[in-house]
């Protein structure tokens, strides 16, 4: 069975990049090709990348003539888009629609052979998959930077959720890349 990887940028104080807090900046003034080239090596390891439909017409006119070293990677995987308002998804090849239950579309793909499932993309999509408990390991990508204002990563929850720490892994830069996956799991 796959596991669904939540995979995401946040500033130091738990900050995404969604709103104009300034974190998209500190995100492209990294230059640390080792960094780049763990981020292009885990994006190849992904079976697809699943996302919300925000996120998908916000960078689907990005990719497809982009340059950046993960843009191969970002053409090549298939995407899952869940939506139910989207009817296509033309303008960015190996693109898939899905508009059913979020859980139950979210079994479907598990439950298929192949790589694990990365999700990424905006706080509303990665609040759906937290609170849906759907989430098999978070790859936090801590970046040397404090905002002081944004949307949080996680959501507000009815219990704390354990989670356990699976890697760490620290670049010249200042980033962090930091594995975790529920406790219970």
Known sequence: MRK????????????SADADNGIRDVMMAIDDSEQEEYFVDQLWEAGAFLMGRNTFQAIAGFWPTSDHPSARAMNEIPKVVFSRTLTTADEWGETTIVSGDTAEEIAKLKAQPGKDLVAAGGTEFMHSLIKLGVVDEYRLWVLPAVTGRGAALFPELDEAVRLRLVKSTTFPSGVLELRYAPADK
């Open 4 to 15: 669904l990887i939540l995979g995401f940028y946040v500033s130091v104080d738990g900050k």
